[in-house]
């Protein structure tokens, strides 16, 4: 059974970074797309970024390309999300995805058949 655990999260203020984990266990080899998301209180969970696990090729939204980088150490089984010049907007609950059999970055959690518990990132203004 998959299991992913995301950590990192935290209370920050605006301009600041933080860099998301997430450890996945219980996955045979690879490769696999993997995502993160995130859910703001009241709305849908939404896309951020993704990394396809053949071509390393990354995907981000508008709201934070240039801002946040998807990364990926193989040697841990790690999922990073390092996020810079947060912004209060930015404040959601953010959960690592895996997308198990393989395939290109996908923006819907459809797509994905493992999730992470989640950890909220809070921006202050």
């Known amino acids: 059974q998959v299991h992913l655990v995301e950590s990192g999260g935290g209370l920050v203020q605006a301009g600041d970074s933080l860099r998301l984990s997430c450890t996945a266990s219980?996955?045979?080899?690879?490769?696999?797309?993997e995502g993160w998301f995130r859910q703001a209180p009241g709305k849908g969970r939404e896309f951020v970024s993704g990394i396809q696990g053949i071509t390393h090729s990354t995907v981000y939204s508008d709201s934070v390309k240039g801002r946040f980088t998807i990364s990926r150490d193989n040697a841990n089984n790690t999922l990073y999300l390092q996020m810079n010049r947060l912004r209060p907007e930015d404040t959601a609950v953010y959960y690592c995805?895996?997308?198990?059999?393989?395939?290109?970055?996908?923006?819907?959690?459809?797509?994905?058949?493992?999730w992470g518990q989640g950890t909220q990132v809070t921006v202050s203004s």
């Open positions: 995805a895996v997308r198990t059999y393989g395939g290109y970055v996908s923006a819907s959690t459809s797509d994905y058949n493992a």
């Open positions: 219980g996955l045979a080899s690879g490769p696999y797309t």
